[in-house]
């Protein structure tokens, strides 16, 4: 499904991302996991072009996404995004927030948008806020929208870029339950976070970044409890301690 | 000493309506075409491309570093040379281009503003750079700049007074006539400006009426 072939990126002379290859498959979950500022949320965004990479490929069933303009919005209609801020468009009511994608984007009436919306508001327990103005809800309730909002463009893969960082504790919970609705009903994802115990739980690979290079990926279990790698054992457990 | 004697205002009533429809008349057609100029100004101020940015840059600076009265004359006097144009039509122009400036810069500000999560979360469901801005950007954008933006057209309706040197038939140019026939200079003036403070704090009401309707959202 997804397949990023020796990756690099770089933010003048510094070098977010050396030579990063991975593969995610139809359905599986990918948790990334690592120390901030080793370059999984920028990873994550060179799978939908948010970022532009330097070297390598980033493949979307067969197609190369940063290869032309046009590749780009197919890659970005493939996938949807959520993102640490939530991001909601400000002047749009909930409603308007889902809807407007479908019908700007995919040209959909009115009508349909909405049945879809709707559909997808109950589907992340918020069906009573179509109306509502972001400014008025909660964080953990913005960001069940903006998964919302993603999914109305019926994506191939989801891309979760740390959906909880910015959550107070007590809502943290309501949106990793959405996520992991959507890991049981097959959605292909990829996921930034640091919720170790969400990772154990939903992931199918975890896979453990530090400073530009993927250090170790394995299933949960194996990972957890026997990491291979001497520096990933050691940044583990000083993640795992607090 | 001269009494104060207003019945002469009732007296060219129609002239100074005649005036005041040409002011109004002015003013929201250099507006209109101040905000698109503005638009165009702001997205070329804020382009990827360094041809728009520098066309931008120096239609901003040519504009505010130059007297309005100078690109009156310019436009009406100088590009009259080369084109026909009619007192009316070089106002709007000249009026248009001033305005466009300063609404390139508040725009700009305005656009600027807007966390760029908001351009990133359009992105990623598919939406065009064109879409991106139409959609999520402007609409935010101008929304936060009204309060701006509402003075900036009051200067504009309050500079068309200007105009009145290149012989448009406005509030003005009719007030100067007045007073060369009455000699009542007070009364004229002053009903004058009353009218200008009538326009100009009319339209601050509506922009504030329109602030609170679009308070809804936040």
């Known amino acids: ?242 | 000493m001269q009494h104060l004697d207003f019945s002469v205002l009732i007296e060219y009533l129609p002239a100074i309506m005649d005036g005041l429809f040409m002011t109004i008349k002015i003013s929201v057609m250099s507006i209109i075409l101040g905000s698109i100029m503005g638009v165009g100004g702001a997205l070329c101020r804020t382009s990827k491309s360094l041809l728009l940015r520098s066309i931008g840059n120096i239609y901003v600076e040519w504009i505010r570093n130059t007297p309005l009265l100078i690109q009156i004359l310019f436009i009406y006097f100088g590009l009259g040379v080369f084109f026909n144009l009619s007192p009316m039509v070089a106002s709007v122009l000249a009026l248009s281009f001033f305005s466009g400036a300063y609404i390139t810069e508040i725009i700009r500000a305005g656009i600027r503003s807007i966390h760029r999560g908001q351009r990133e979360a359009a992105l990623s469901i598919g939406m065009t750079e064109w879409q991106v801005m139409r959609l999520i950007i402007l609409p935010q954008a101008i929304k936060r700049i009204l309060p701006p933006l509402a003075g900036q057209f009051i200067t504009l309706i309050k500079d068309s007074s200007l105009v009145s040197v290149i012989a448009v038939t406005d509030l003005t140019y009719v007030a100067k006539n007045i007073v060369t026939i009455t000699f009542r200079a007070f009364e004229v003036w002053f009903a004058i400006a009353a009218f200008y403070f009538i326009l100009s704090f009319g339209l601050s009401l509506a922009v504030r009426k329109l602030e609170e309707r679009l308070a809804e959202s936040d």
């Not at chain 1, 493939?78 to 939530?86: A, D, H, K, P, S």
């Not at chain 1, 909880?164 to 959605?187: H, Q, Y």
């Open chain 1, 1 to 242: 499904m997804i397949k990023l072939k020796n990756v690099y990126k770089n933010y003048g002379s510094l070098e977010v991302l050396k030579d990063v290859s991975l593969t995610v498959a139809q359905g599986e979950v990918v948790v990334i996991i690592g120390p901030s500022g080793s370059g999984k949320s920028t990873l994550l965004r060179t799978i939908n072009g948010l970022e532009t990479i330097e070297g390598g490929e980033v493949c979307i069933d067969d197609f190369l996404v940063h290869a032309s303009e046009a590749n780009l919005y197919k890659a970005r209609q493939l996938t949807g995004m959520v993102f640490q801020q939530f991001n909601l468009f400000n002047h749009k009511n909930v409603l308007d927030n889902v809807t407007i994608g479908p019908i700007h984007v995919q040209n959909k009436s009115r009508a349909e948008a909405e049945e879809i919306a709707k559909a997808l508001l109950i589907k992340v327990g918020l069906p009573e806020k179509a109306f509502v103005y972001p400014s008025k809800l909660s964080g953990g309730q913005q960001q069940r929208v903006a998964i919302a909002r993603a999914l109305a463009m019926h994506p191939q893969v989801m891309l979760f870029d740390e959906p909880t960082s910015a959550l107070d504790p007590e809502m943290i919970s309501e949106v990793l339950e959405v996520i992991k609705g959507l890991a049981r009903d097959g959605m292909t994802m990829v996921v930034v976070t640091h919720e170790m115990g969400f990772a154990r739980e939903v992931a199918d690979r975890v896979v453990f970044m530090d400073e530009g290079v993927i250090l170790e990926e394995a299933p949960p279990q194996e990972f957890f409890s026997n990491p291979k790698n001497e520096r990933t054992r050691m940044l583990l457990s000083r993640i795992l301690k607090h």
